[in-house]
């Protein structure tokens, strides 16, 4: 993959994890299989986590620390953020009865 190929595919994949069209665990995937075409193991082992975790975040399994999260977006280029998303602001009252307070 060229580097215009690979900031293309990079940019590609943003915009499908933004608009909530891919799971941070069908990322990694990709990274893995799309831009290395790599085994689990080999990954795993590039990243630094177990087979087991890597198999478990790319299938939605597991809530993972977030520096397993970053270490296994690292490759790809991407590092892990966080933003606001405003839908709307829930009253008070509801939130108690929901038990949240």
């Known amino acids: 993959m060229t580097p215009a190929e690979k900031t293309q595919w990079q ?10 069209g891919l799971t941070l665990g069908q990322a990694v995937q990709r990274i893995r299989t799309e831009l290395y075409q790599m085994t ?7 990243c630094k ?5 890597l ?3 790319e299938k939605g399994k597991t809530d993972p620390r977030l520096s397993i999260i ?32």
């Open 11 to 20: 940019q590609q994949l943003r915009q499908q994890l933004d608009s909530g």
């Open 40 to 46: 689990q193991a080999e990954y795993a082992c590039i």
């Open 49 to 53: 986590v177990s087979e087991k975790t």
């Open 55 to 57: 198999r478990e975040v």
């Open 70 to 101: 970053e270490s296994l977006l690292n490759p790809g280029g991407f590092a892990l953020s966080a933003r606001l998303k405003v839908n709307r602001v829930v009253p008070m009252a509801e939130l108690v009865r929901r038990g949240v307070s």
